[in-house]
């Protein structure tokens, strides 16, 4: 079973940039897409973009584009997501998920994700 931790967050000043990291234990991780979601207060979870298994290929929305940078390391077994120019709009709680089949699928769902980190708290003050 693979597990994920999220780490980075915290309060940051707007303009400022962030590095999320997510570490995975288990054996498998590079084997898999890993994606990165947010869940902004009282609002729906969010699509911020995803890595394909062997980290050639990223996806991001439209929304997402530009100031959101993800990245993975599989020596090391970790994702990245580095944010910048951060916003107050990008307060939220951060999570890292894999998708723990069909190596080659990268999916921009949430329900297509099979693990979930446990999520870090973004604060941005304006």
């Known amino acids: 079973q693979l597990q994920l931790v999220e780490s980075g967050g915290g309060l940051v000043q707007a303009g400022g940039s962030l590095r999320l990291s997510c570490a995975a234990s288990g054996d498998t991780f590079s084997n898999y897409a890993m994606g990165w979601f947010r869940r902004p207060p009282g609002k729906e979870r969010e699509f911020i973009g995803a890595v394909s298994f062997n980290g050639l290929m990223t996806y991001y929305p439209d929304s997402m584009k530009g100031r959101f940078i993800i990245s993975r390391d599989n020596a090391k077994t970790t994702v990245s997501l580095q944010v910048n120019s951060l916003k107050p709009e990008d307060t939220a709680v951060y999570y890292c998920?894999?998708?723990?089949?069909?190596?080659?699928?990268?999916?921009?769902?949430?329900?297509?994700?099979?693990?979930w980190g446990q999520g870090t708290q973004v604060t941005v003050s304006s």
């Open positions: 998920a894999i998708r723990a089949s069909d190596s080659y699928y990268v999916p921009q769902r949430g329900h297509e994700y099979d693990y």
